[in-house]
C-alpha cells in the first residue's frame, strides 16, 4: 500500500482564496483524521469521520473551514476564504477499528497563506 | 483522556541509550499507551503501545510499572536518525471513542 496521499504537498495562496487539501487514506481503514500543526501550538486535530461520517468536528476553528468525505477513498478540507493564520501543516491520518491507535499520517500539506 | 506530561527536551549521543519518561497520573483503567515519533518535515509515526508491564518491538521498548501511572520509553543505542519529536498520549484506543489528543512531546537531540 501507498499509504496516506495527501496533496499538494505544498500550497502557497494569496489572503482571500479557497484552499482545497485532499487526502486519500489507507484501503480498508474506516477512520480518517485532519491535523494542523503548527508552531505555536502543536499538533491540533480539527475533524475526524467514520465510515464517511463526521463524527467530531469540535476542532474546526471556525466557519472557514469545512471537511467532506463523499466516499471511503477521498477527504477534502477546504478553507474558504484563507487567511495568513491558516498558514501550517495540515496532516491527514487514518486507522482501522481494529487497529486502535495505529494511525498512519500522510506527510502532509504546507500551506502558505500570504 | 488522560493528561499526560513528559520532559520538552532531551540530548543524547550516539550509541547511548535513551529514556524518555510521561507521567499519566489519571489514567483510566481501560487506557492503554502510545507512543508516536516525528521526524522534521513528516507526519507522526506510530512507535509503540502497550497496557502493563513490558512492550518491546524492533524499534524501542515500553516500561509501565504497576501503578501504571507514568511509563518509560527505551530507545537503545540511539543514532542521528533518531532525533525527532516523541509523543506520549493515554487513551482507549478501540471502540467508539477513538481519536489521539497529542501534547507538546519531547524533542530529542542526539549528538555525535
Known amino acids: 500500500d501507498a499509504g496516506v496521499i495527501q496533496s499538494p504537498r505544498h500550497e502557497v495562496t494569496e489572503m482571500g482564496q479557497e484552499v482545497t487539501l485532499r487526502c486519500k487514506p489507507i484501503?480498508?481503514?474506516?477512520?480518517l483524521f485532519w491535523y494542523r500543526q503548527t508552531m505555536m501550538r502543536g499538533l491540533e486535530l480539527l475533524i475526524y469521520?467514520?465510515?464517511?461520517?463526521?463524527?467530531?468536528d469540535s476542532g474546526m476553528p471556525e466557519d472557514r473551514f469545512s471537511a467532506k468525505m463523499p466516499n471511503a477513498s477521498f477527504s477534502t478540507l477546504k478553507i474558504q476564504p484563507s487567511e495568513p493564520r491558516d498558514s501550517a501543516v495540515y496532516f491527514c491520518a487514518s486507522t482501522s477499528t481494529g487497529d486502535g491507535y495505529g494511525y498512519t499520517f500522510g506527510s502532509g500539506t504546507r500551506l502558505t497563506v500570504v | 483522556l488522560a493528561k499526560t506530561t513528559q520532559p520538552i527536551s532531551m540530548d543524547s549521543y550516539e550509541g547511548q541509550e535513551v529514556n524518555i519518561t510521561c507521567s499519566h497520573n489519571n489514567i483510566a483503567t481501560n487506557d492503554y499507551i502510545t507512543w508516536y515519533q516525528q521526524f522534521p518535515s513528516q507526519g507522526p509515526r506510530f512507535i509503540i503501545q502497550g497496557y502493563k508491564t513490558k512492550v518491546t518491538n524492533e524499534v524501542a521498548s515500553l516500561f509501565i510499572p504497576a501503578d501504571r501511572k507514568s511509563s518509560t520509553l527505551s530507545l537503545p543505542r540511539v543514532s542521528l536518525s533518531d532525533t525527532a519529536v516523541y509523543y506520549c498520549?493515554?487513551?482507549?484506543?478501540?471502540?467508539?471513542?477513538?481519536?489521539?489528543?497529542f501534547g507538546a512531546g519531547t524533542r530529542l537531540a542526539v549528538h555525535p
Open positions: 498520549l493515554v487513551g482507549v484506543p478501540w471502540g467508539g471513542y477513538n481519536k489521539l489528543i
Open positions: 484501503s480498508g481503514h474506516d477512520y
Open positions: 469521520f467514520n465510515n464517511n461520517v463526521p463524527i467530531d
